[in-house]
């Protein structure tokens, strides 16, 4: 992965990271991880903004499939990089949706 890591890949604390269900704890094994910088410098806080307007950089934001589908669907229309960086999440969102109704993004 480029724009993502795993858990065990973190070295440090200003990640925002996906995770499944509804959030009630933090630095899961089976969550998937950005780091604030990168979400910063590739401005994919007007993204989710936009798309998710219940979005919370600092808190936790639930994020159902329907809603997940319109970020995609926006993100397509944007650079290359945001386009793969949302596809790196995405990868993960898919195997989420299997089993869970909505994942969590936990803010920085």
């Not at 998710?52 to 499939?65: A, E, K, Q, R, S």
């Not at 669907?73 to 960086?85: G, T």
């Amino acid at each position: 992965m480029k724009y993502c890591c795993l858990n065990d890949q973190r070295t440090g604390d200003a990640y925002f990271e996906f995770q499944k269900g509804t959030g009630e704890e933090h630095w899961l094994n089976d969550s998937i991880y950005l780091d604030a910088d990168v979400f910063d410098d590739l401005n994919l806080w007007q993204l989710f903004q936009t798309t998710l307007p219940h979005f919370n950089y600092y808190g936790l934001t639930p994020v159902t499939m329907d809603e997940w589908h319109r970020l995609r669907e926006a993100a397509a229309k944007l650079s290359p990089e945001v386009k793969q960086a949302v596809e790196e999440l995405d990868a993960w969102a898919r195997t989420c949706f299997l089993t869970d109704p909505q994942f969590t993004i936990c803010g920085v």
